[in-house]
């Protein structure tokens, strides 16, 4: 999977449980709620203030090392 700036949250999540953590050291940390099923990841980062690139970056690299 390669993640980008449309990914839905719920879907990078189903896909791999262990990025969670970068999601919460971003401060999101509402993971389990229904936005998180059908909210982009340039949605949620633009909501909570923080950038969706570096996010996107992160993850991508964790993906990519497994």
Do not use: Q, W
Not at 5 to 17: A, M, N, R, S, Y
Not at 52 to 58: F, P, Y
């Amino acid at each position: 999977m390669v993640v980008t700036k449309e990914t839905v949250i719920g879907d990078i999540l189903d896909f791999d449980p262990t990025t969670a953590p970068y999601f919460l050291e971003m401060g999101m940390h509402c993971l389990g709620c229904p936005s998180a099923r059908g909210e982009s990841l340039a949605d949620a980062c633009a909501v909570h203030g923080v950038s969706a690139d570096e996010l996107v970056e992160k993850i991508n690299a964790h993906l990519s090392g497994k």
